[in-house]
DNA sequence: CTGAAAGCGCTTACAG
DNA sequence: CTGAAAGCGCTTACAG
């Protein structure tokens, strides 16, 4: 319809509504084509498009739990960098559990140009016919990870700093490989620093409820055991610490500190304030989709890990 | 290749993997083409199916603001109701603003089966060459929508039977209708029922951070009003509210009343827990889903308009 | 019950 | 600089 409007060829509309004319479509042609792409609301079809070049504009973006605050981050990382070039789609798993190789395959029937898997559950080889990039998915080489151990040290001598020699760890449930390799770093960071990790142990869903009933299990236990600290795999989780210390009147800090893992954004307004060890959403987008973009450019990407720091805030004293 | 290795044709195994072999080819066949498939790890290419059908199994769903836990519930709904038999894609929109019609065009050339828009601009006219769905859209056709007036009417008879007879309310900024819906009702049954909304007026994004400090701005000049309660448009904004009056020592309930709109899962563990008019999101979600299921089986959909219901909690002394 | 063939709307060598 | 043609991987009447 648009060529036969603009009194040319099916290819050369083609052509110029993929801005490869330069040089191959005269202007008036050209200006002729645009005319009547605007005039008759053209788009191109992408399922034909991505048939015929075998590959479309689209990225995928799989994700464990798109209301977690730090996937929100990832997002806008993400999206600021693949920008208009490609078009984001998101996916979220069931229930959020960790996405798995049957997730990525689901989607590589679409053709995306490329495909980012978000906190892949541990040992799942995610490989397909087009890009996949890993996030936070430490050991995978094709990801893109955090470099922990800044952060982790920090946190530790803090706590030691602050007087902590046994404390206590609120893990997650999740899958995700970075979930253990957090509980690993944080317990060798304290075994080097002499501080004991208690061995009552707690685990909890990245929610505030589940963390405040998995604290609400173990909390007598911790302080009979001569728990002064606690750090929660995640913010989430010591946020239902915060809860179940403030409704069983245990001070923060005084009676016992608290910090956690992400530095979310309302991890700033809590009561107290709480100290985390940050883990930048945006940047690890911004990265992830760095890499890709790289991958399509056929260029060598470089492996990238994202440096961590402490927030120190009130919940430990600081 | 499975047509070669099953020792059929194209079409048969065509057949076959979109289960329309009923009657059409004969079990042996069927079986060696399964078994095919099995073996090569074959998945139909999702554009050149598009293609050939002239629509995919894609349904898409856009969303504001993925973050907000709202729009967690609505996709869940969305999800468990197209179940297996669509693929649900998610986009969010740039820095939480309300979906436009160019959003919807957009995801138009992936020759989805169906889109959904929730909580969509005002004054959009969101029409496509799919079928549309919007949620949260009052005034729109083709929209599932939540009848707020039972719960509007309920909190206004419950914060007159508490006493209160001059009511501030904190707004949002967003442009989707269903705010102005919210403000309309509520002030209409204010008046019925002889209560005075505060000339002090006070917006704020979505977030409990920026109502904190719209709050911050007017609760001076709303505690010299008379106001003896405030309705925020939305949890997320009561929390900020709720945090304000916290920090300024203003009791809550006893000094002043606070209220909401959505009853999110984390309202009924807020101190104090959040009276909150209930916008169940989950069946909004599902019932967007089963109006567009009904029109992609050709059957017209019926108009849904969801129930709405207070939820009384301890932050206006119920 | 089965298969050869047309066609979905594009892109891209290729010939002119 | 331009266009005719092949082909992307499927689906679906249609003929057998």
Redesign the pocket.
Same mark, same amino acid.
């Given at each position: 319809m648009?060529?036969e409007r603009a009194?040319?060829?099916?290819?050369?509309?083609?052509?110029v509504?993929?801005g490869?004319? #330069?040089? #191959?479509? =005269? %202007?008036?042609? %050209?200006t002729r084509v645009r005319d009547a792409v605007e005039e008759l609301g053209?788009?191109?079809?992408h399922? %034909?498009? =991505?048939? %015929? #070049?075998?590959s479309g504009d689209l990225v995928v973006l799989i994700a464990p739990d798109l209301s977690n605050p730090f996937f929100a981050e990832v997002i806008r990382g993400v999206r600021d960098t693949v920008g208009d070039r490609f078009q984001l789609v998101l996916s979220v798993t069931e229930r959020g559990a960790q996405p798995v190789a049957a997730d990525v395959r689901r989607f590589e029937r679409l053709r995306p140009a490329g495909i980012l898997v978000d906190a892949p559950a541990a040992g799942e080889a995610m490989t397909a016919t087009v890009p996949v990039v890993l996030l936070d998915a430490p050991g995978g080489s094709e990801a893109v990870n955090y470099d922990l151990s800044p952060g982790v040290h920090d946190l530790v001598r803090h706590l030691h700093e602050q007087g902590h020699r046994r404390v206590g760890y609120l893990d997650g449930t999740s899958r995700a490989t970075t979930f253990g390799v957090r509980r690993e770093l944080f317990e060798q960071a304290c075994a080097a620093a002499g501080i004991a990790v208690s061995e009552v142990t707690a685990r909890a869903d990245l929610t505030v409820d589940a963390a405040a009933s998995a604290t609400e299990h173990v909390i007598e236990a911790w302080q009979e055991d001569g728990v002064t600290a606690v750090v929660a795999a995640a913010d989430t989780l010591a946020y239902g610490v915060l809860r179940v210390a403030g409704q069983l009147g245990i001070a923060v800090p005084g009676h016992l500190a608290v910090a956690g893992f992400d530095d979310l954004p309302s991890s700033s307004v809590t009561a107290p304030a709480l100290t985390s060890v940050a883990l930048p959403g945006a940047d690890l987008g911004r990265a992830a989709a760095l890499r890709l973009l790289a991958t399509l450019d056929g260029i060598a990407p470089e492996s990238a890990s994202l440096p961590t720091h402490l927030v120190r805030r009130a919940s430990t004293g600081a």
């Open positions: 648009v060529a009194g040319t060829s099916i290819a050369t509309v083609s052509l509504v993929n490869k004319d #330069r040089g #191959r479509v =005269s %202007a008036p042609i %050209a053209y788009v191109v079809d399922a %034909a498009s =991505s048939l %015929a #070049r075998g």
